[in-house]
């Protein structure tokens, strides 16, 4: 294994245990966003973050209401002349369900070879997880950080981060720096290091077909009155073409085209396409013509039904015609699309074609803004240094297509340049039932992060600002 | 009120509070025949029945198995020379979700009014007590029927009446009779008495899409794959036209065309739409265009979602794409088409439109065929006088949209004639929260069916087979 240093290297090697014992205690607390019932979860989940972060020696630790799931912040600002750095990942998980698909409980993690298997495993507390240990090892052997750091853990990135905003305006003063480091996003195919430079946007809206007050028997009714489920069904077959375009009038027009230089880099990538199908299961990859795969992912917006129903749901037959019938819809969106005009875009049109009969409501959920970081900024490159010697290999540059909304929130908000720094293996189930993570891009991982601190330390501070 | 005769009248007067007490302890036993958990429910209601008729005098009672929910038999042959009608009503009911829109427990009935509220007040348990209360007064007060009856009371038929007609193939010889009455029907819109002539038949399909074994996160996989909830909301919307016309090829060829003289029938029924329309609160009908809302109702198949479902259904946001989607699907057949071929014609459209990059199955879950009665015939002229003679006015012909598959059953295997003679006004919430039956409609009904028997024992039973 490539060391760090000596010193730091033993310190790591003589915890492990302690390190993975800890990390499952961090996965143990049920600090699911979105669920109003695990609210005590995710405040337990930030106080344990502060307690780690203050044994560590990090300073100024504070769990820091926003009105909803509260942020962890802490400093460490001794490392005079040197660059600052902010630094963001979220306590929070996603919901679980499907329970009865997971193998072993969600919140009881389970090694299994080079897995841990859990809930927030890899995404994203397995990537806090490993910050903290990072820290601790580089205060415990140095007694210093080679860099300031500020530490932002936030409590609701998987129900939209809906507080976040309002308090990085408060807080501004406070969360200056040179620039941002998010460790919420992953490796490429083949588990290959790699820098995320694109992250998608996302318009998350609901739409909702109301018929009568009550289920018809659809018998008597049958013929006679819209069916909710039906026009529901027109409405979303009416969304998207069979050529996976979307027909929303204006979607498309803001989006940056893919240069020949873009689709080269593209076309590079070592993407075994054969392989990531066969290991979905899939009878074949299905989206925009006229796109690679790569491309659709991490250059086209996209539009997909996440959630639908509506009338008789149980074994058997039921004979009625459903009082009302509803469907959760989410765009990504690339650069320079913007959430809040595609989110109008998609109402206006969905209340232009709503089948007459029924009256179709569309809400908006969650909006989040694409965002593009430049492959040359010093940062990213002291990034992919801190990778190539931990991992053996220069990482690959990616367009990921989820989304993060706090990257554009760090870059408007704060003017910071942000540099996306993560470690989870691809087809980790983020999201999904048996989501796990790989104990050695975790290890190694920790060993990238003190190097990517040692190789910012080197850099001049007043370089790192946010161009133009 | 007008009378049959006048001990029977006073008997009637007399029980009327037994009367209700025994109804509402019909209604108690949650019958739900859909739902495996019910199986004894079903049983219970079926030996309450059996000793009810026994108590009447009611002969050679069973409770007959089936291989499913039991079959409840019972008959008085003792009018020589007389015709034989066979009793058809169900016991079984519908299940009862959503319960939380029940403004009373579903099975524990209360009287508001003129209106009792129940889960099977009206379908059928309501009409099937109706006939054992005429049945036990006509022998309390005269001592014998004026003709002969065999009772067959089903417990499947809300559940697709899956064993019935293996049943009746083997009941043959002790079912002979000269026509069937089934009380499963109801009154026409202003709760105007009315005998219906013709019933929808059924086809009721699942589409189950298939991807990924377990959700995919929509960022990873947004525009990469085809999402499965999308796949069957493309499938559904290619159903039917916006014209309200039943895409699937070949689906119309059999349907007997409206006349002339059919379609001034159904102008000449006294409906009030707009009234009706109020009461659906609905913004407006819809239909296939170039019918009226009671032929289509009536006359015309169609096709409807009765369920949809797959992916995140809980409040705010889940970014995932779903692994499965589901829905329920059925169409209501009139005269002469067969359910079975046009479950073929809907498979194999539906394999034919589906989207790639998923599976799509299709599984038949029931089928049912339409029926048309002669209104001039003998015995459906009988139920006309004795419901002018009860209710002071001339019943209404209607052609209804829903679907009674023992009608083709009775037609088909025991080669019966079939009069549709039921008593619950329109508008009841058949199949739906809060399910009413009007206590005057069963007050005279049971005086109706009483005058219907009379009626019967007029005609000449040689008269009474089924034509052609």
Redesign the interface.
Known sequence: MLTTDQDLERYLDEHRDARLESYKALLRIPSIS??PEHAADCRATAEWIAADLRASGVEHVEVAETGGHPVVYGDWLHADGAPTVLVYCHYDV??V??LE?WESPPFEPVVVGDRILARGSGDDKGQLHLHLRATEALLATRGKLPVNLKFVFEGEEE??SENLDRWLEAERDRLTADFAVISDTGFFEGNVPAITVSL?G?M?AQVDVT?????????????????P??A???????L?G?D?RIRIPGFYDDVVPLSDADRAAFAELPFDEPAYLAN?????????VGFS?LE??GA???????????????????????AH????V?C?LVANQDSEKTFEQFRSYVEEIA?????TTVRN??GGEPSLTPIDHPATQAAARALTATFGREPVYIR????IPVCASFERILGLPVVLLGFVP?NQ??????EWMDLNNYELGIRAVVRMWDEVAKLDAAGLARPG
């Open positions: 979105a669920l996603q919901p369900d499907p698909l129900s939209g998608r996302m998350y018929g009568t007050a009550v289920d018809l028997h659809s018998g008597g009714y049958g013929g006679v009155v819209q069916n489920a039906n529901l069904a027109q409405i979303i077959a009416s998207k069979p996976g979905l299961g899939l009878p074949e990859l299905v989206g925009e795969t659709r992912r086209r917006p996209t539009l997909d039904v996440n959630g639908i129903w509506g009338g008789f749901q149980g074994e058997g037959t039921k004979t009625i015609i459903p019938a509803h469907a959760k989410s990504r089948p007459p009969g029924v009256v959920l969650h990921e297509g989820g989304s691809p189930h983020a999201h999904a039932p048996n």
